[in-house]
């Protein structure tokens, strides 16, 4: 009977041995993607256009040759200059940047110079200290692997019934990571910062409430942002590598403007999220009040200089 015993404790040991591996060696598919540290410089930028005397004359906004004019500000890994005193908890602050201003102040020319759209008359825009400028933006999205800026000004269109939720995201990852399970991977770690649940990632995007259309958009542009550090992706047999990545630059222009606060308090839930998890965010908006509670910065801009950086 104690021999008997034995052999059974024997063997429940190695089967317990056996499932503590199995669990060890398991790495969930959003924990395979691994968030690097990333930083936003925005260097003296300024911005002019050609006024001409009909603009002037009949513009509804007043009209003027510097859009910008030395704009200097950084964002990412770094700390909030008012909280200095508070380490552990701002180290991860200074990600999430509220952009406010009258209409005409520069906010939306700032956005198109730092997603790339336009190339500033002076000044640069550094990416972990590598300039946009005179680098094409493919050269600093595919060669050097940095997140390329989305800018989102409208809500997705939520009225494909032909792909899920998940399929959906899955097919806005970047073109250039053609790695079915690194697609997969990036997809659900978004989702899951973005508290998309599993039963709206397997429905279809028209059943989405409306925070979670929008909840649905940013994740599309977090993966469409985002670019591997290395060559290769995850291969088949090698379910547990960690691949790095760069988190996303993601630039609002009055994306929840025209929404209720309780909409906007639930976007913002889901953007501070990312900016946790080292996301850069720059929400150009007339409702600041909306994301206060969310945002650690906010920069306002008046005649297209920097007034106040609080």
């Known amino acids: 009977m104690l021999y008997t015993m034995n052999i059974i404790g024997t063997r429940i040991l190695r089967v317990s041995f056996l499932i503590h591996s199995v669990q060890s ?3 969930p598919a959003d924990q395979r993607i691994k968030l690097l540290p990333l930083t936003l410089k925005c260097n003296g930028i300024t911005q002019s256009y050609p006024v001409t005397l009909t603009s002037q004359l009949f513009s509804s906004v007043p009209k003027r040759q510097y859009a910008l004019q030395d704009i200097n500000f950084s964002l990412g890994k770094s700390y909030h200059p008012h909280h200095d005193d508070d380490e552990e908890k701002t180290r991860m602050r200074n990600h999430f940047c509220l952009l406010v201003g009258r209409s005409a102040s520069g906010k939306s020319s700032l956005l198109r110079i730092i997603s790339g759209q336009e ?4 000044g640069s825009v550094l990416l972990n200290d590598i ?3 005179p680098l094409s933006k493919d050269v ?3 060669s050097l692997k940095l997140p390329t800026p989305i800018i989102i000004d409208s809500k997705p269109d939520c009225f494909d019934d032909k792909h899920t939720v998940l399929q959906r995201i899955k097919n806005s990852v970047n073109e250039s990571i053609d ?3 690194v ?6 770690k978004f989702s899951k ?4 649940s599993e039963t709206q990632l397997a429905g279809y995007s028209s059943s989405l409430s409306p925070s979670g259309q929008y909840l649905f958009g940013l994740a599309c542009a977090s993966v469409a942002s985002c670019h591997l550090t290395i060559a290769q992706g995850l291969e088949s047999s090698s379910n547990n590598e960690v691949v790095n990545v760069y988190p996303p630059i993601i630039l609002l222009d009055e994306l929840l403007d025209r929404e209720t606060s309780i909409v906007a308090g639930k976007v913002g ?3 501070a999220n990312l900016a946790e998890n080292g996301a850069i965010i720059i929400c150009a908006t007339h409702r600041h009040q909306y994301l206060l509670d969310y945002a650690d910065r906010m920069l306002t801009l008046s005649g297209g200089t920097l007034l106040k950086d609080e």
Do not use: F, M, T
Not at 119 to 122: C, G, M, Q, Y
Not at 193 to 196: A, D, M, P, T
């Open 119 to 122: 190339k500033p008359a002076s």
């Open 269 to 271: 839930e889901g953007l």
């Open 131 to 133: 300039s946009l400028y």
């Open 183 to 188: 697609r997969h991977c990036l997809a659900l």
């Open 25 to 27: 060696y398991y790495v």
């Open 193 to 196: 910062i973005l508290n998309l």
């Open 179 to 181: 790695d079915a399970q």
């Open 140 to 142: 600093v999205g595919d």
